[in-house]
């Protein structure tokens, strides 16, 4: 997959499911733990959610790369806050389809390029997208999202209908539709659809499933700004 293939395919998806996993031992983890993960995957692929982005934040991240990747391979698996050159790489020897980060950094825009590798980096910033642009890029994630809002996204946007958006952070059932209906934006990314560890049961299986299948229709079913 390339990059402008990238950019496309998220069109096309337009959500991208953020998991944050830790390891069964993080007592503190405000995420889902390894434990958790072959039923978050089992709901996702029945879901027909078609990638995810797996956010680097634990020791177990490479874990649970393996484990998706083993347990669906169909899937295009993402990893996100990719901040050093040693992480993008390992995030690319392991298998990762694309590598997301929270901000623009040159040498890792080079380095994913020289790889060929899809990449979406962090902006916030018309002159980061001036930058992002100089280096090639036509996607580029959005953050922090929320705390920005839709209108500055819009109007960030508007002297580059280039380049297309992925916002992420923050967003909630609240608010995402802000985002998703805007015409630059390819899909919005975010963990809020998916069920919490707490409900990770057999007997909430079907309302789980059910939870994600209606909203990926009702995204799908968002008309986009014109």
Known sequence: MTAPELATRLRLYRVLPTLQIYADDEADAAGSSLKDLPA??????EAQYPAVELLHRSSATWEALTLIRRQAPQLSIGVGT??????MKR?????AHFGVSPGLSPSLVRDAADANWP????????????????LGLSCAKFFPAAALGAAYLQQLAAPFPSLSWVPSG??????????????????????WMLPSPAVLRPSTRAANLSALRNFRESLASTPRQK
């Open 40 to 45: 978050i995957i089992d709901l996702l692929v």
């Open 170 to 191: 923050g967003l909630r059932a609240s608010n995402y539709q802000d985002f998703a209906q805007l015409p630059s934006v390819a899909c919005v990314s975010g963990s």
């Open 82 to 87: 990719l901040c050093t050159l040693a992480d």
């Open 91 to 95: 995030a690319r020897d392991a298998g």
């Open 119 to 134: 990449y979406l980096p962090g902006i916030s910033t018309a002159s980061e997208v001036m930058q992002a642009q100089e």
